[in-house]
């Protein structure tokens, strides 16, 4: 498979921020396949699917200390009705760190078909892949994303994805041998709805015992959405309070079943961007909120586990709609895993007062009493392009943020440069 070099050592000049590097020349990325950039042996390593290479799923690995980057093709799409179903940013993979220091990658089509299809890299060489493999969860599914977490306690790795069996519901897969090979669970959120809702999730894990799991009752455009919180450990989800609900076998019968974070309705529907765990272990999360059913005005959200309750907060003005069609796509919110008191934005409107903008910007976000107070900095500014999606990296040790600058107009139609800020 090509692999090949790009050397990044320049600093961006212009009118963003000095201090914003080029990271990869051709990139997007939806917000619910995770981790989407991982540090492998003190490199950062980030997935795309690559608008101007026909729909090529790609891995970037970058080294800060010499500025390198190596991109490795992990599917190239050989037909032209093939480059169109992989030309979509729903199909971005997502990577595992394994415990031996090799990575699994996983990645899928959005809903087209039954497979799931993963690599293992070389050990603690995340440029080096071995032979595309596919996993098939069962003949009838249309699976989308992919958000694979290892559980020590378990020593088993489970891939939380949509679709299994054509439900159009969070399901899951799993494997006892690091990803060599899986078996199919079962649907776990059922939505007893006539029509087929889909409830969005995000996922964060300890890495020992816990998968937490944010999510909404369905699409916005089709429910007014509210947002749910449960936690999986030892066979069994569970309330955030502890209470046991059902085992993951057998799953949520609705999303009701879980807390309760953030009740919506007709003018502020909700949608999940973010959640990591704070240095206690409880949950934080983050969201988007729809004002009004146009796209016109929405809000970012902060929510987070303290004292036996959450506590929920509406944070900063997040703008418009990135395109009409898809009235609840914002330029969206990214914790910081190292530090779940700062947050990262983009917006085209300031986010204290509202004022728009002509493009989105990037601001980072900070709060010393848990929610209530922000302070905001621009961390681009005059941009002649829109910057959105930032994404936080579980590191200490590679970039601090990144996200996709140039122009959306649908999901299935940009060009994206990869971006972000080469430390805090």
Known sequence: MLIFFLFLSNLLTGADSPSVRLFHDDGGWCWF????????????????????????????????????????????PDTAEDQRRWMDDHNSPAFLLRPDGRVLALYAKHGVDEKIYYR??????????????????????????????????????????????????????????????????????????????????????????????????????????????????????????????????????????????????????????????????????????????????HRYHYARWEKGRWSEHEIGYAGSRLYPGEDDYTGNIALDPQDVTRVYISTNAHPVNGRTTPHYEIYRGTTKDGGAKWTWTAITKDSTQDNIRPICPISKEVPAVLWL????????????????????
């Open 405 to 424: 600058r140039g122009k959306m107009i649908a999901y299935t139609n940009y060009r994206f440069e990869v971006v972000g800020l080469a430390g805090k």
């Open 120 to 297: 293992i890299s070389q050990p603690k060489d995340p440029a080096q892949w071995g032979e595309e493999r596919i996993f098939v969860p069962s003949p009838t599914s249309k699976v989308t994303y992919s958000n694979p977490h290892y559980l020590s306690s378990e020593k088993r790795i489970y891939n939380f994805f949509r679709g299994l069996h054509n439900s159009f519901k969070p399901s899951y897969a799993y494997s006892d041998d690091l990803g060599e090979t899986w078996k199919a669970g079962n649907v776990f959120i059922n939505v007893p709805t006539q029509i087929r809702h889909r409830p969005y999730v995000k996922y964060a894990s300890n890495g020992r015992d816990t998968v937490h799991i944010a999510y909404t009752d369905g699409h916005p455009r089709d429910y007014d959405n509210s947002i749910y919180h449960i936690y999986y450990r030892n066979g069994t989800l569970h309330r955030s309070d502890g209470t046991p609900i059902r085992s993951l076998k057998e799953g949520l019968r609705a999303p009701e079943d879980g807390t309760l974070v953030y009740k919506g309705g007709p003018k502020n529907v909700a949608w999940i961007s973010d959640v990591h765990l704070d240095r206690k272990g409880n949950p934080v999360l983050v969201f988007s909120e729809q004002r009004d059913p146009s796209g016109i005005d």
């Open 33 to 76: 396949e995770d981790e989407r950039a991982i540090a492998v042996n003190g490199k950062l390593l980030f997935g795309v699917v690559a608008s101007g290479r026909k729909g090529n799923i790609e891995a970037v690995s970058y080294d800060s200390q010499t500025g390198q980057s190596k991109v490795f093709v992990l599917h190239k």
